[in-house]
């Protein structure tokens, strides 16, 4: 497939560290498979405002964030109606079960584990869109919730 007849895919990454956005977009420029146009939020009031303004393909939320912390977002995204379509894959640091639980609880669709290079996030980012979002909301099961590089 080549990328001139592809459909852009709007991704809103919440993430407020510099380095990690950095790294993010350099892996969103390295994937073939996908044309990405990538907007950033870099806190949940941010975040939020952005959701009203503009409904994206793909929500990357970072649940250590001034402002409004990701879990705050979580609960208010997962509570209004309009959002019920928007795939949100939580992008973290945090490895306890308890973030990850509760991840998935509140409705969230997959757990990518921030990696230390951009080819492990280039992996994960790939087997992320390799997922047809447009045609179904991705639950997995717990078991299959979390993504590593």
């Given amino acids: 497939m080549t990328t001139v ?23 969103i420029d390295e994937l073939s498979s996908v044309k990405v146009v990538l907007t950033r939020a870099e806190n949940g009031d941010i975040l939020m405002r952005l959701l009203d ?22 609960r208010e995204i997962r509570a209004n109606k309009q ?10 640091s945090l490895n306890d079960l308890q973030s990850i ?7 969230t669709n997959l757990y990518a584990r921030k990696p230390s290079s951009v080819s492990d996030l280039k992996d994960i980012l790939e087997r992320i869109f390799a997922i047809d979002w ?16």
């Fill in 134 to 149: 447009k045609r179904m909301m991705y639950y997995p099961p717990m078991s299959q919730f979390v993504i590593n590089g």
């Fill in 83 to 92: 959002f019920d379509t928007l795939p949100i894959i939580v992008y973290s």
């Fill in 53 to 74: 303004e503009k409904h994206p393909d793909l929500l990357f939320l970072d649940l250590l964030m001034p402002c409004k912390d990701g879990r705050q977002c979580i």
């Fill in 5 to 27: 007849n592809q459909e852009l895919t709007h991704v809103l990454l919440a993430e407020d560290d510099d380095d990690d956005y950095l790294v993010f977009s350099l892996a």
């Fill in 101 to 107: 639980e509760f991840c998935y609880r509140e409705g």
